[in-house]
């Protein structure tokens, strides 16, 4: 465990607990196709303040040709945030990669291939907004992206201002796709989906959850593709902290609900 001894300067790569709190854990995000570091400020200070050192890298650039050397930059990318994280006493854990879109699905890629000798190998992942096989495309101007995107006004204002426009429309490779809907994986993971997401399978979600021996799939009301950032973003930051919390726990919840009228 670390603690924080002086004022550090929050970043769009870097968000740090509050002065005097120990560290309880490493987030680093991985954003999707279009995205930029600029669009998870919210998330990042959200985990920070919940006293998790949050790292941000650039989304993953995915070649149809070449998904190997892909798989391979996303892990330098991975190494470097997380030695970045780290203090002079040492990474503090767990260490949990939040992922969104491409991000998630070259991701879970990555994991499947079970490289658990890494640096940046996880303790727990989070998959957000995972696309679908056949994902509808995201409409033909920059305002039906949005809508696909977000309903959120102020997560709209950050992708007009930073986001690549047009990116939703080029599809991942099927063979990307197929290694992370196959997945057996082990690790814990919370799979966050919204359920206005025009993009997500969520039959093929559910049944790669189900296979899973320690996966949660949870579906956000009213949510679109960006689900991290939609209009439910502070109930979706506290179901991460909330999954993160009960790896502390051995996945056992904090909290049973033992009864409620709601």
Do not use: K
Not at 100 to 113: I, N, P
Not at 244 to 252: C, G, H, K, T
Request: glycine share 6%; net charge negative; charged share 20%.
């Amino acid at each position: 465990m670390t603690q924080t001894t002086e004022r550090i300067e929050q970043t769009d790569t870097d968000y740090h607990p509050p002065l005097g709190l120990r560290t309880r854990g490493t987030v680093v995000v991985v954003p999707g196709r279009g995205e930029t570091r600029a669009a998870y400020r919210r998330l990042g200070s959200r985990l920070a303040a919940d006293a998790y050192r949050v790292r941000v890298v650039d989304p993953p650039s995915v070649d149809p040709a070449d998904l190997p050397s892909s798989l391979a930059v996303l892990a330098a990318s991975l190494e470097g945030a997380v030695d970045g994280a780290a203090s002079e006493e040492g990474l503090t854990r767990p260490l949990v990669i939040v992922a969104a879109d491409s991000g998630a699905a070259t991701l879970a890629a990555l994991l499947a291939r079970g490289d658990r000798l890494s640096s940046w190998w996880p303790d727990a992942v989070v998959l957000a907004g995972l696309p679908g096989h056949a994902a509808a495309t995201a409409g033909a101007g920059w305002e039906d992206e949005l809508d696909v995107r977000t309903t959120c006004v102020v997560h709209r204002g950050v992708l007009a201002e930073h986001a690549s426009r047009g990116t939703l429309d080029t599809p991942l490779p099927d063979a990307l796709l197929d290694a992370a809907y196959a997945s057996t994986l082990d690790l814990p993971q919370l799979i966050l989906v919204g359920d206005a997401d025009p993009l997500a399978d969520r039959p093929a979600l559910a049944r790669t959850a189900s296979s899973l021996a320690r996966a949660r799939l949870s579906v956000v009301r009213g949510a679109h593709h960006d689900v991290l950032n939609d209009q439910q973003h502070r109930s979706v930051a506290a179901e991460i902290v909330t999954f993160l919390e009960a790896l502390r726990q051995e996945l056992v919840p904090v909290i049973a609900v033992e009864s409620s009228a709601w």
